[in-house]
């Protein structure tokens, strides 16, 4: 069964309202995900300014205010990657050495059922469930970054085509009801399956 968690459709949708924030991120800045803080502080000495609400920073927001804030944003920022090692490890470690993995974070799924545009880290995992160009954007390093974000805040049109077409996408395919509907025939399969009594 495809792995994704569903949404309070009460919280995460998309609604009618103005988008007065440029640029959002929600997340941690803590030595796992260090690469983050200095993509954030990047952007903002060239001039582009990120809301942010982080554990770290004592701004965490309850789910249903990340829905509000989500449905806020222009433009979500994601970082897919992780260390994967001990935080002692970690903080012991070079940075050059700290293995990082990427994977899909709730927040891909999070952001684009609130009809923001996902503005992503390039990696080989979201596009299992989103098509780059198509469902979001995509960025490698961080001069790009700051070359797509300029591009989208000028392209409204462009952008909020993008971030339609991912919102339609997740809720064909990613939305509550799909995920429980799918889990109902995985569970009915596994019953009526070679060895069952029915």
């Known amino acids: 069964m495809t792995g994704w968690t ?3 459709r009460s919280v ?3 609604g009618t309202g103005s ?3 440029d640029v959002g991120f929600v997340g941690r800045f803590s030595a796992h995900y260090r690469d983050r803080l200095i993509y954030i ?3 903002r000495n060239a001039g582009i300014d990120v809301k942010v609400h982080s554990n770290d920073d004592g701004t965490r927001l309850t789910v249903e205010e990340m829905g509000d804030f989500l449905r806020s944003c222009k433009i979500v920022l994601n970082f897919s990657s992780t260390a994967v090692i001990s935080a002692w490890e970690l903080n012991n470690r070079a ?5 990082l993995v990427d994977h899909v974070k709730g927040r891909v799924f999070e952001a684009i059922s609130c009809g923001a545009l996902l503005l992503e880290s390039k990696n080989a995992c979201t596009p299992a469930y ?3 160009g198509l469902h979001y954007a995509e960025f490698s390093g961080m001069e790009d970054l700051v070359e797509k974000i300029r591009y989208f805040l000028d392209h409204e049109e462009e952008r909020e085509r993008i971030a339609r077409a991912g919102l339609e996408h997740f809720e064909a395919r990613y939305s509550g009801a799909r995920f429980w509907s799918n889990l109902e025939k995985t569970v009915d399969g596994t019953r009526t399956g070679p060895g069952s009594d029915n």
């Open 6 to 8: 569903p949404l309070p």
């Open 12 to 14: 995460f949708f998309a």
């Open 19 to 21: 988008r007065p924030v």
């Open 41 to 43: 502080r990047h952007l």
């Open 95 to 99: 940075p050059t050495e700290v293995p």
């Open 130 to 132: 989103f098509t780059p």
